[in-house]
């Protein structure tokens, strides 16, 4: 995960462990790859290659029609 964007957001803990991310989810709209990656209390979105935005995780994310819309996303 981003530790930059996790730091900004508030949300960096004690570190951040491979052992730690419990989930990935990768999906393509047009050209552009959407890649979500999980732990169990942070989510980072990433839009191609590049990381844009780190929440909290919720369970709500899993299963979501459109996950990249909890997350800030740049216009």
Known sequence: MSSSICSER???GDG???EEFTG???WLD???RYTL???SEVAD??????PV???AFHHDLLGAD??????????
């Open 10 to 12: 508030g949300l960096l």
């Open 16 to 18: 951040l462990f491979v």
């Open 24 to 26: 990935i989810h990768s």
């Open 30 to 32: 047009g050209p552009t």
């Open 37 to 39: 990656v999980h732990s």
């Open 45 to 50: 979105l990433f839009i191609d290659t590049r």
């Open 53 to 55: 935005d780190a929440i």
């Open 66 to 75: 459109d996950p990249a819309s909890f997350f800030t996303v740049p216009g």
